[in-house]
């Protein structure tokens, strides 16, 4: 009984991919309470059983439980798929001591233990008082519960230290968010030394794995597991920004688990700077995942009456594979994180010149290549860097951001008036936060850039950081940005960040302040994306720092797309795309066709790059001019079949069939969500001794509806009548790929139920 919720949603699944959402949630909630009648509690995503101080949240996909223990401390009780009776789950019990080494408190699952008592794992909340004194111990006060959110307020045993542990259930989605507010209700002030949003812990045990994204410059999501010992993994950001060499996502199996298997916990940090999540497992079979704001360099004041927040992290269980619990994220990123939600519109088709005319850029040039681009069904033209200032190369011009008069004689609006007129939108490239020497701006306020006074100002890229956190800065930056936006027809902004903070000193606050720059840069950041978009409703912004150096949640509630890599070489593409859409919707996931050689010196085929980069939102970085008559075909058509699968790839369920890093052929399904259509990416990297590629086979359909099937290049093997979803997923499709660096697509069109 206590897996009959999940066991009805699974057995619905399928119909309620072709329901709208509305209908949906009516049919759910009507068969739940008809079904469960006076049980009918379970319809609700928080049950709160007052009598044992008990709180059972819970989702379509999972539940999460804790309750208040004898102490009166919080204290996790479950994590996992879903229950629908707070009555089952057992009642938070006071601990013994093991020994004198290992007191009570190491063996308890505290949801949110501050540092103070016994406790030596990793807190998610430390304070210095202005006497020195850096103990906190915190019970549960009260609680503030509203539909589908839910607040406990926890309070220090003798001090008004609280926290707010803020709990928001997504029922639909299969998503929990956390996040915490620390208050300073005392009559001193306090210093915070880590302030997390979240512990996280999972069912007790041992042999657990852990799967997570690292990478650097180029080389970004790449995918890592291994199993977790006892100890602590720290994965984090020092950089100011979320950075290409670990991104804030985790997701942990229990050894077991695969693509569309097994029990995958996982979870999502939403901030943008400098960020860490350990994941330590104790000596008592306890697994711990602690995240938010980073504690390195980290001291945030609180004077009486102020408060901090912390990020939120966004956390889940999926029951059915790593393949599952992206699926979560993805639908959710889609509908409740990016802007407009559900209202926003697919992800047009942009050129980007960067790659073909780097800084040479000018009216005439960007013309032609806009004419070429519209041939071939580009629907947004972006100019990238070069534009503006004196920025010949990447040693000036960062800061003043005035359209270069030699480039563009008269501004940008004849470049602007000749895109829209070939039906294209138009967007720029702006790197708001930063600076070179060689500038006007810094000329006049080399006060406004990071450093500490008297020190060196490390230059990376020739440029230098500007201090977001001051309001001046914050107020210039809006204003360039909100200028530009407002005397010339751009819709959307390419938002770069070309290198890490460094000597992150603030002279003119006092010193006890200073630290705040790495929280308060973050927040202006958000903030003047959001006012941007207030003042001005079609703008779009894609969020890139050298490739995929900021691509968070908490960017993506600002963001259109992520640039996922400087990389472009389809082939490297194959792993960042895996690993990006592990934690990432392939709607926001920025991909181009840009010219061979490329990175490696390797060479690809046309068609080979377009499929590569049509398994996200595809774009163009090619030189144009060098298109060939038949190049110019083959990217036209394979332009309109994009966006024939368009809804497919971006609004879909992304399967991923194959791994790159398992063999010779990768391969990628994206089913659409109302079911009618499905497409299959394969790719294959070398054949060897004339090997035939195995049969691909297919995820998510519908096992009795018939479908029909037609390659992209005529690499179909054999006869290929309307096929049933259950032979196509469990013999497969073949395909004839042959050679190095082969790949088709195979689009399926559900023809009869
Ligand atoms: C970064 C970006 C590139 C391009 C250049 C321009 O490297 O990731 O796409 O915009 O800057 O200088």
Not at 199 to 219: F, V
Not at 708 to 714: G, I, Q, T
Request: aromatic share 12%; with cysteine; hydrophobic share 40%.
């Amino acid at each position: 009984m206590a897996n009959w919720y999940g066991y009805f949603l699974t057995s619905t699944k399928r119909s309620y991919r072709s329901e709208t959402e509305n209908t949906m949630r009516h049919i759910a909630s009507f068969t739940l309470l008809a079904a469960l009648g006076a049980a009918s509690l379970a319809a609700q995503s928080v049950q709160y059983d007052e009598s044992r101080k008990i709180w059972l949240l819970t989702t379509r996909d999972s539940s999460y439980a804790m309750g208040v223990d004898p102490n009166g401390e919080l204290q996790h009780l479950y994590w996992g798929a879903p229950l629908w009776r707070a009555g089952d789950v057992p009642a938070a019990a006071a601990r013994r001591e093991l020994s004198s080494f290992d007191p009570p408190a190491m063996l308890e699952r505290e949801e949110f233990p501050a540092w103070g008592g016994t406790r030596y794992y990793e807190p998610a909340l430390k304070v210095t008082r202005a006497d020195g004194d850096r103990d906190v111990v915190l019970r549960y006060a009260s609680q503030a519960l509203r539909g589908d959110s839910l607040d406990i307020t926890l309070k220090d045993i003798r001090d008004d230290i609280l926290v707010v542990l803020h709990y928001r259930v997504y029922p639909d989605y299969g998503i929990l968010e956390r996040s915490a507010t620390i208050e300073n209700k005392t009559a001193a002030p306090l210093m915070v030394e880590s302030a997390q949003s979240a512990t996280w812990n999972l069912p007790p045990g041992e042999g657990y794995q852990l799967t997570y994204l690292t990478g650097r410059w180029a080389a970004e999501t790449q995918v890592n597991h291994e199993a977790i010992h006892q100890g602590m993994k720290v994965l984090e950001s020092r950089k100011g920004i979320t950075s290409h060499n670990i991104n804030p996502w985790f997701a942990i199996d229990a050894g077991d688990a695969g693509e569309e298997h097994g029990s995958v916990w996982f979870g999502a940090l939403a901030w943008s700077g400098n960020w860490r999540i350990t994941v330590e497992q104790t000596p008592y079979q306890q697994v711990r995942i602690t995240g938010g704001l980073n504690t390195f360099d980290f001291a945030y004041p609180l004077a009486p009456g102020e408060a901090l927040d912390t990020p939120a992290f966004y956390g889940g269980y999926a029951g059915q594979g790593f393949g599952a619990a992206s699926r979560l994220l993805h639908r959710f990123e889609r509908e409740q994180v990016a802007p407009g939600g559900l209202t926003s519109r697919l992800r047009p088709v942009l050129y980007n010149s960067w790659e073909a005319t780097t800084f040479n850029v000018n009216e005439a040039g960007q013309k032609q290549l806009a004419a070429i681009a519209a041939k071939l069904g580009v629907e947004l033209f972006v100019m990238d860097d070069g534009w503006f200032g004196k920025r010949n190369n990447d040693h000036a011009g960062l800061g003043d951001w005035t359209v270069n008069p030699q480039k563009f004689p008269a501004g940008l609006k004849g470049l602007i008036d000749y895109v829209n007129g070939l039906g294209m939108d138009f967007g720029l490239w702006v790197e708001p936060e930063m600076v070179n020497a060689d500038s006007d701006l810094y000329r006049r306020h080399p006060d406004w850039v990071i450093h500490f006074p008297d020190r060196p100002r490390s230059e990376l890229r020739n440029q230098m950081v500007l201090n977001l956190a001051r309001s001046d800065v914050k107020e210039y930056i809006f204003g360039f940005l909100d200028k530009l936006a407002s005397e010339n027809n751009i819709k959307y902004f390419k938002w770069d960040m070309n290198r890490p903070l460094s000597e992150p000193g603030w002279e003119d606050v006092p010193v006890a302040d200073q630290r705040k720059l790495w929280v308060d840069y973050v927040h202006n950041l958000y903030d003047i994306m959001d006012r941007l978009r207030a003042r001005h409703p079609k703008l779009e912004i894609e969020s890139c720092s050298g490739g995929g150096g900021r691509a968070d949640l908490g960017m993506l509630r600002h963001v259109e797309e992520f640039w996922t890599s400087d990389n472009t070489e389809a082939f490297d593409r194959l792993r960042i795309q895996e690993g990006f859409t592990e934690a990432y919707a392939p709607k926001f996931m920025s991909a181009w066709v840009t010219d061979v050689p490329n990175m490696n010196g390797r060479s690809t085929p046309l068609e080979y790059r377009f499929l590569v980069a049509m398994q996200g939102a595809l774009g163009i970085g090619a030189n144009l001019n060098k298109f060939s008559a038949g190049d110019m075909t083959e990217a036209a058509k394979m332009v309109a079949t994009y966006k024939r699968i368009r809804p497919a790839v971006q609004l879909g369920d992304l399967y991923r069939l194959a791994s790159p890093r398992a063999g010779d052929v990768t391969a990628n399904q994206y089913v659409a969500a109302d079911g009618q259509q499905s497409v299959v990416f394969v790719f294959r990297h070398s054949q060897e001794y004339r090997t035939a590629a195995p049969a691909i086979r297919l995820q998510g359909l519908d096992p009795r509806a018939i479908y029909r099937l037609e390659s992209v290049d005529n690499k179909l093997t054999g006869r290929q009548p309307p096929l049933s979803g259950a032979y196509l997923m469990q013999a497969g499709i073949s395909v004839n790929l042959q050679g190095d660096f082969d790949g088709t697509a195979v689009i399926l069109e559900k023809v009869a139920q």
